[in-house]
Every structure is written in structure tokens, then in C-alpha cells.
């Protein structure tokens, strides 16, 4: 077989497997030679060839899409997240986010999925005997390399919650806004002694991301700013907590929690420190459905998930019926709550 039949066999193998649907866009060029190993003039002779039999069209400035009708969408949505979300306590942010996501989705008739992404798990493997129902994907978690197989699938998928901003469109948080409202409340109430607990994001996962978590080590340098591991191993973060807090003379004016798993983390031990903490103002980043205790009175900086969810679903369903999609970004920008806890 000569290398332009390798290329139809590989693009006509993809539409009657169902993995590319009718009436929609095929690889560009580009990731056609990447993932076959053939010159362009190759990958243009099979297009060519497809396109005289009707089974491809080119659309000027557009690309090659699959000739007909589009099909109906599937029913099934998948939500792409971690094993904490899935088993994890309504209280997690994203366990309390999935059941959001689940609602709206079910609103619009889709059934949904939340489908663990990992290293050990093959994306494509694990989707295929769905993927003829599958309309879309909501990328709350994962890894790049997931990112990259789901796209080479050809289904309709968005990001959510900051995941992957540089790498697909979606519904963001705006964690830039969440930062310059923590400063703002730090300067206005003149708190000098501050500890401010932030996930440790120097990892490639989430790049534009990574770049906001970092730059609050120099934004708020005139503070003790202590860095959480980006890991499900409770009893680490419990430890640096502690140490953390085991280590100060007297009480601080304020302890940041820059992410609401910290929060979650720590809180349990706030009464242990009581005679260190007793004067102690807290703010936390709290996306969930956190509580207050009764010792420690709670100023939030909230971002409101449910907008997030509802924002996020109707961008996948108009993704999924091809309506009014543009390739942007929504950011959701959070809220301060209780702001009189800090007086």
C-alpha cells in the first residue's frame, strides 16, 4: 500500500468507525503529516481523492470537512475530572462542581459522565465504545497528553475552571481578579503579619495558570507565603500546616488559603491552635459550600460555581450543535462574602 492510500485508509477508517462525524472538521494538514509521517503533498493527493469521491469537502479558509449533513449529536457528556472529585466529600470543590456540571447537563436532556482521568488510563481506549453517543467533553482534569488524544478524536470539547486555558476554549475562573481582591482586603484592613497558604502550581499541566499561581510568590513577597504540594496525600499538607503554624510566637493578623482544599485541609485544626490563632482573621478562596466555625469568623472570596456550571454547559451544547461557536474564553471573576468578619 502506497502512502496516499494509507492516508484515505486512516481518514475513511475514522468516519465509518464513527470517531468523525459527519458534516464535521478533519485534521488539518499539519496533524495529518505529524501522525502519519508523510510529506504534504501526500496528505493533498488523499484529500484530493477523497473530495472526487464526495466523501470530503475543503471550505476556503476554513478546512476539510467530512461531506453531509451534520448527525445528530450524541447523548452522553463526558465530564473529564480526577478520582478526588469523583469519591470526594460534596464539600470539595470539584465533587460540589460535578454535581452542578450534572444538573445543567441533564437540564438540556444529555446524560452525563464523569469519566477519571490519570497517567495509567487510555483516554481513547476507555472512550471508544462510546464514542458514537458521545456529543462533548468537559475538561475539568487531566493531563496534557489527554488533551492532545481527545483532540484527535474530533468531539466537541471546552476546558472549565481554569484547566488548559492556553489549549482549548472554555469557562474560566479568573484567578488573576482573585489575587488583586486579596491584596486589596490586606492593605485596606493594614494587616502586616500575614500567612498565605497557595498550592506550589510548577508543574506543565496548566500553563497559563502556572504562570498566575508562581507570580503570587513575588506579588505578595512582603508576606509568608507557604507553598502546598499539588497532591492527594492529606496527611503532607496536614504536616506543613502544622509545622507551619507550630513555629509562630504570636498571633499573625491574617492566614490567607488561597485554595479551598488548603482550607479544608487546616480547619479541622484550627481549636488545636486556638491560643496561637485566637486573634487571627482568615480568608479563604472558597469555591464550595464551606462552613464557618464557631472560633474563627471567615471573610470569603468567592467564586460563584454555579455560574460557572450553567456557562459551561451552554458553551458545550452550542459547541456540540455548531451555534454561534467562537473560539474564546469566558472568565467568571469572584466575589468578596462577609467582608465585615475582617473588622
Not at 30 to 43: A, C, E, K, M, W
Not at 81 to 94: K, L, P
Request: glycine content about 6%; charged content about 25%; overall charge positive.
Amino acid at each position: 500500500m502506497n502512502k496516499k492510500d494509507i492516508v484515505i485508509k486512516y481518514i475513511e477508517e475514522n468516519i465509518n468507525n464513527g470517531k468523525w462525524k459527519v458534516g464535521s472538521k478533519i485534521f488539518s494538514e499539519n496533524q495529518l503529516i505529524d501522525y502519519l509521517g508523510v510529506s504534504r503533498v501526500t496528505i493533498r493527493l488523499a484529500i484530493n481523492e477523497l473530495c472526487n469521491k464526495g466523501v470530503l469537502e475543503t471550505r476556503q479558509g476554513s478546512g476539510t470537512y467530512i461531506k453531509g449533513q451534520y448527525t445528530n449529536p450524541g447523548k452522553y457528556i463526558i465530564i473529564l475530572t480526577s478520582i478526588g472529585a469523583v469519591t470526594g466529600d460534596t464539600n470539595y470543590i470539584y465533587r460540589y462542581f460535578i454535581d452542578l456540571l450534572e444538573k445543567y447537563i441533564k437540564s438540556l436532556g444529555y446524560s452525563p459522565i464523569a469519566y477519571v482521568g490519570n497517567p495509567d488510563i487510555n483516554i481513547e481506549e476507555g472512550l471508544a465504545s462510546k464514542l458514537n453517543d458521545i456529543g462533548g467533553i468537559i475538561f475539568l482534569y487531566g493531563l496534557q497528553k489527554d488533551l492532545d488524544v481527545l483532540n484527535m478524536l474530533n468531539i466537541p470539547i471546552i476546558s472549565s475552571l481554569g484547566a488548559f486555558s492556553n489549549f482549548c476554549p472554555g469557562v474560566l475562573l479568573d484567578y488573576t481578579d482573585l489575587i488583586y481582591k486579596t491584596d486589596y482586603l490586606l492593605k485596606k484592613y493594614n494587616y502586616k503579619e500575614v500567612i498565605i497558604f497557595k498550592i506550589n502550581q510548577n508543574n506543565k499541566k496548566h500553563v497559563k495558570e502556572n504562570l498566575v499561581w508562581l507570580a503570587m510568590d513575588s506579588f505578595f513577597s512582603n508576606y509568608h507565603v507557604v507553598n502546598m504540594p499539588i497532591s492527594y496525600d492529606h496527611n503532607m499538607k496536614v504536616d506543613i500546616f502544622k509545622s507551619t503554624i507550630s513555629k509562630i510566637k504570636k498571633s499573625p493578623d491574617c492566614i490567607v488559603f488561597m485554595d479551598d482544599t488548603i482550607y479544608l485541609t487546616a480547619s479541622p485544626y484550627f481549636q488545636k491552635y486556638h491560643n496561637i490563632l485566637k486573634d487571627t482573621k482568615i480568608i479563604t478562596h472558597s469555591s464550595g459550600n464551606l462552613e464557618t466555625t464557631d472560633v474563627y469568623k471567615i471573610c470569603k472570596i468567592e467564586f460563584n460555581l454555579d455560574k460557572v456550571a450553567k456557562e459551561t454547559v451552554n458553551l458545550i451544547d452550542k459547541r456540540i450543535n455548531k451555534i454561534n461557536f467562537n473560539e474564546y474564553n469566558i472568565y467568571i471573576k469572584p466575589k468578596v462574602i462577609n467582608e465585615e468578619n475582617l473588622i
